[in-house]
């Protein structure tokens, strides 16, 4: 899911703006970005809810880092691996974080108290 999310929001953006003073931006939007996030809490509620923990986090990760890995492996600098990394550790800490907090505020099954 995180994978086709990826491709979904940055996928497709592959160039960088030139801006009239020479400078360059991108080659993502911040509204791709926080897309891709705001998609990708979607399935990330519905595993934490069910207390999945584990899958909401590591297949959130795993789904980012290998696109990640997919989409900036022609970088010939080999700087690619360092944006890897920082997208593995930044999903895993979000989703993580997320997971837990959502985990934490939802309950399953029925009240100890009979459902009153």
Partial sequence: MAAAAWAAWLGWDQHRDVRPDGTTTGPYEAWQVIGLVLTLLAPVYWAASRHHLVGAVLGTTAGLAIAAF???SDDASGLFMVG??????????????AS?????LTTRGARPNGGT
């Avoid at 890897?84 to 989703?95: D, E, N």
């Avoid at 837990?100 to 934490?104: G, R, T, V």
């Fill in 70 to 72: 997919c989409d900036w």
């Fill in 84 to 97: 890897v990394g920082l997208v593995t550790v930044g999903s895993l800490a979000g989703t993580s974080a």
């Fill in 100 to 104: 837990f907090l959502i985990s934490s």
